[in-house]
């Protein structure tokens, strides 16, 4: 069977310290639906981390939870959520913001997954008749899916533009690590003034589960109530919490996506060394190359790799926490021996 290495960080391992603390949570009974010790000190470690100490924490099972409930508590029927043409919530949620939300969900023009203010506001602008959906609430993704990142600088550009709108500005921050990481700044700058955030988990070296930092909660009143109705009040709420608790000590969550950023530029230098050339810069943990599709079949024999519907032959590779040296090496020496 063909490695897995790079098919997703969905597909990496959990990290150890996160089994431990797993196992520590497993210790006697406790309190359900989060009233337990163990959720009050990751959430207490959330908001600490993005320096929101008024914000609320909510926990999920997966990403897409954590993006449809942040949205859908935000969106009434009549209201608009813009997105950019790549967004996660527009592409790969089945519609679940939508379905939950009833709301219309416009995507924008975006420099991969990166979206001009300008662009923003020309959608907005006159929006105000009945006849119209109205604007609400605008997703951005940090880091983005096609592996870009939002300076700060550009992203606080953005949300400011956005509040100046109106609008409230949701950021889904599944890989927001790898942004805070490659960048080298605070989580809290990396997710500019943003109203909600989904703090991604599972793809940094947790088993399972996501955040929601809700940091205007007075825009969310009804929040817990979009998370129970689609099942993502977990009832051993513990289990959750104590990964992210795991995280958030000695900054593991920052240690996993520097390495998952290491191994990406390292692969990505090996690619530009072999002549290949990469559809965009590889700034976090995700590398997009241009790979003919005969040779993709080929390698595919050795090494799983997702090939996103972008309409040219391209392939993405995901790096992780647990990533290698030798798995990076090993791929690109394949590669050599196909092209």
């Not at 309190?31 to 470690?45: L, R």
């Not at 995507?107 to 602008?125: C, F, H, W, Y």
């Not at 983005?144 to 950021?171: I, N, Y």
Request: charged share 20%; proline share 4%.
């Amino acid at each position: 069977m063909p490695s897995t290495a790079f098919a997703s960080d969905n597909a990496a391992p959990a990290h150890p310290k996160v089994l431990e603390a797993l196992h520590r949570a497993n210790d006697g009974s406790a309190p359900s639906y989060g009233d337990d010790e163990v959720t009050a000190e990751a959430s207490a470690a959330l908001k600490q981390a993005f320096d929101s100490p008024d914000a609320d924490v909510l926990f999920t099972f997966t990403g897409t939870a954590a993006n449809i409930i942040s949205l859908a508590a935000a969106a009434r029927p009549w209201d608009e959520i813009f997105c950019s043409d790549v967004a996660h919530v527009l592409v790969d949620e089945a519609g679940g913001p939508v379905r939950l939300s009833g709301a219309q969900l416009t995507r924008l023009p975006s420099t991969d997954g990166l979206i001009a203010p300008d662009e923003l506001e020309r959608r907005v602008l006159g929006r105000k008749a009945v006849h119209h959906s109205q604007p609400r609430i605008v997703s951005i993704t940090q880091s983005t899916e096609s592996g870009r990142v939002w300076t700060a600088e550009a992203l606080r550009e953005f949300v400011d533009r956005a509040h100046t709108l109106g609008l409230l500005v949701h950021v889904d921050g599944a890989r927001v690590a790898n942004a805070v990481a490659a960048l080298g700044v605070s989580p809290l700058e990396a997710i500019a003034d943003a109203d909600i955030v989904s703090v991604g988990g599972t793809k940094n070296g947790m088993l399972f589960g996501d955040a929601i930092l809700v940091r205007r909660p007075e825009h969310f009143d009804g929040i817990r109530f979009v998370q129970k109705q689609i099942g993502h009040l977990a009832s051993k709420h513990r289990f959750i919490a104590a990964q992210f608790t795991a995280l958030f000590t000695d900054e593991l969550w920052l240690h996993n996506a520097a390495n998952a950023n290491a191994m990406a530029r390292r692969l990505s230098a090996g690619l530009d060394s072999l002549g290949l050339q990469l559809a965009s810069p590889a700034e976090s943990n995700e590398v997009f190359v241009k790979l003919d599709a005969d040779v993709h079949t080929r390698f595919a024999e050795s090494y799983m790799v997702h090939q996103p519907d972008l309409g040219e032959p391209v392939v993405r590779f995901v790096c992780s926490w647990a990533t290698t040296d030798a798995e990076v090496d090993d791929a690109l020496g394949v590669l050599d021996t196909l092209l």
